[in-house]
């Protein structure tokens, strides 16, 4: 007798199955499972997928768009400027209450894994203590990883390295970084250092902004891969925007992706956000701030999909919708053939989960029976319509439903139901 079975979805390998859950588990997968269970689900026809995971984020500042007011440059550093007013305005209620209200977003998208960073700047830490507030309410259906975040750099800031330390003592889960915009190149190295040493003598993962930058020559990269290879955190670290790499030399870029390879970091790009955020200082041409992920996907480097911002001082738009990161990044990244834009569907889902190190995650027998039915043939579909999400299951319980986006026409001589599905399956 299970709790839960999913009768007849594809997935994503291609696959036609029956899920069968039990509890918080995936208890089996088959051609035709033949038992009773609470509720069955019909998938026939539909995609069906592990959940959505989002690995870089920035929770403390969401739906916070227009306060203290509009970025009216649109550039980060504006940006930046704008949340360090408002972070001290901020209550921990309020941003309590924004990101339980980011969080329903995402459940009901199939979001159900974030990793987000947390600003430790300011000496009241307001944010750390929010978000570990949120941790808690949501742990039973999102996954809440949070990274100590020294947004206005650990040395430049007066108390950046001593609130950092305070908050990974409250709880947090991964130690961050911004060497780009600390005061000098040799001080953004140096914070390199410190914060990987951080981390390896905590055990702790590492995730970095790292070069978010047009200036080719911000290369903090270079030295997070070596002081992953010095410490032994190979696995264990990422990097993330690494926008510099699009304006870097190639000579230079045909070093650094071998460095990278071998301490095995992996790539965060954010596309929705960089693509807006980038190539403010340039004229024509205009660059666009994606860093290199097929050469970097090439070289064998772990890349997934970023989400960054929702509706905050660095971006006015979003959804939680990681199809439409996926469907950003396919584009700017030119990764139009069937099998690039498959494993664009796949950058949002399993490789950033493993770059999160979610151990109980996949469609597979044992694994956290959290999913997703999409309304689409195939993963390229899904990314396509960005499809609607028909059911979504965390831990084994059904925790949101919508409806089909079929479309009803009143032409003469054409079908009265419209489905805006691709003819035939390119995944």
């Given at each position: 007798?299970?709790?839960?079975?999913?009768?007849?979805?594809?997935?994503?390998?291609?696959?036609?199955?029956?899920?069968?859950?039990?509890?918080?588990?995936?208890?089996?997968?088959?051609?035709?499972?033949?038992?009773?269970?609470?509720?069955?689900?019909?998938?026939?026809?539909?995609?069906?997928?592990?959940?959505?995971?989002?690995?870089?984020?920035?929770?403390?500042?969401?739906?916070?768009?227009?306060?203290?007011?509009?970025?009216?440059?649109?550039?980060?550093?504006?940006?930046?400027?704008?949340?360090?007013e408002l972070r001290d305005l901020?209550?921990?209620?309020?941003?309590?209450?924004?990101?339980?209200?980011?969080?329903?977003?995402?459940?009901?998208?199939?979001?159900?894994?974030?990793?987000?960073?947390?600003?430790?700047?300011?000496d009241h830490l307001r944010g750390?203590?929010?978000?570990?507030?949120?941790?808690?309410?949501?742990?039973?259906?999102?996954?809440?990883?949070?990274?100590?975040?020294?947004?206005?750099?650990?040395?430049?800031?007066?108390?950046?390295?001593?609130?950092?330390?305070?908050?990974?003592?409250?709880?947090?889960?991964?130690?961050?970084?911004?060497?780009?915009?600390?005061?000098?190149?040799?001080?953004?190295?140096?914070?390199?250092?410190?914060?990987?040493?951080?981390?390896?003598?905590?055990?702790?993962?590492?995730?970095?902004?790292?070069?978010?930058?047009?200036?080719?020559?911000?290369?903090?990269?270079?030295?997070?891969?070596?002081?992953?290879?010095?410490?032994?955190?190979?696995?264990?670290?990422?990097?993330?925007?690494?926008?510099?790499?699009?304006?870097?030399?190639?000579?230079?870029?045909?070093?650094?992706?071998?460095?990278?390879?071998?301490?095995?970091?992996?790539?965060?790009?954010?596309?929705?956000?960089?693509?807006?955020?980038?190539?403010?200082?340039?004229?024509?041409?205009?660059?666009?701030?994606?860093?290199?992920?097929?050469?970097?996907?090439?070289?064998?480097?772990?890349?997934?999909?970023?989400?960054?911002?929702?509706?905050?001082?660095?971006?006015?738009?979003?959804?939680?919708?990681?199809?439409?990161?996926?469907?950003?990044?396919?584009?700017?990244?030119?990764?139009?053939?069937?099998?690039?834009?498959?494993?664009?569907?796949?950058?949002?889902?399993?490789?950033?989960?493993?770059?999160?190190?979610?151990?109980?995650?996949?469609?597979?027998?044992?694994?956290?029976?959290?999913?997703?039915?999409?309304?689409?043939?195939?993963?390229?579909?899904?990314?396509?319509?960005?499809?609607?999400?028909?059911?979504?299951?965390?831990?084994?319980r059904i925790i949101a439903r919508?409806?089909?986006?079929?479309?009803?026409?009143?032409?003469?001589?054409?079908?009265?139901?419209?489905?805006?599905?691709?003819?035939?399956?390119?995944?």
């Open positions: 007798m299970f709790d839960l079975i999913i009768e007849g979805g594809r997935l994503p390998d291609g696959r036609v199955q029956d899920i069968g859950i039990t509890g918080e588990r995936i208890t089996a997968i088959a051609p035709r499972i033949e038992a009773e269970a609470f509720e069955v689900i019909d998938a026939r026809g539909d995609l069906v997928s592990p959940p959505f995971v989002d690995p870089h984020f920035h929770m403390d500042a969401t739906l916070s768009y227009g306060q203290p007011r509009v970025n009216a440059s649109g550039t980060l550093l504006e940006g930046i400027d704008l949340w360090g901020a209550t921990v209620e309020e941003m309590v209450e924004r990101a339980l209200t980011y969080c329903d977003w995402a459940a009901s998208l199939g979001l159900l894994a974030i990793r987000s960073h947390v600003d430790t700047t300011p750390v203590e929010a978000m570990i507030a949120v941790r808690e309410a949501v742990k039973g259906y999102i996954d809440l990883q949070l990274v100590a975040f020294p947004q206005d750099g650990l040395y430049r800031a007066p108390n950046g390295r001593q609130n950092l330390i305070r908050a990974l003592d409250m709880g947090l889960d991964v130690v961050g970084g911004i060497p780009h915009f600390e005061r000098t190149m040799a001080e953004g190295a140096a914070s390199v250092r410190d914060l990987c040493e951080i981390a390896a003598d905590r055990g702790l993962p590492v995730d970095m902004h790292c070069d978010e930058t047009d200036d080719p020559m911000s290369r903090h990269i270079e030295t997070l891969a070596a002081e992953t290879l010095r410490l032994g955190l190979q696995g264990r670290v990422a990097g993330s925007h690494l926008t510099s790499m699009h304006s870097m030399d190639n000579y230079y870029v045909s070093k650094l992706l071998p460095l990278m390879a071998e301490a095995e970091i992996s790539a965060i790009p954010n596309p929705l956000i960089n693509i807006v955020l980038q190539g403010r200082h340039d004229t024509y041409p205009k660059r666009r701030g994606l860093t290199r992920v097929k050469e970097m996907q090439a070289m064998g480097i772990r890349v997934g999909w970023g989400q960054d911002c929702t509706l905050d001082p660095w971006y006015s738009l979003g959804t939680a919708d990681m199809l439409d990161v996926a469907f950003m990044g396919l584009h700017v990244a030119q990764m139009t053939h069937p099998e690039e834009m498959a494993r664009c569907f796949t950058m949002v889902t399993e490789t950033n989960a493993e770059i999160m190190g979610l151990s109980d995650y996949g469609l597979r027998v044992g694994a956290l029976a959290s999913l997703v039915v999409l309304d689409a043939a195939d993963p390229v579909d899904a990314l396509r319509q960005r499809a609607a999400r028909r059911l979504v299951v965390a831990k084994g919508s409806a089909r986006r079929d479309a009803q026409l009143t032409l003469p001589g054409r079908p009265t139901t419209l489905v805006r599905r691709a003819p035939h399956s390119i995944g």
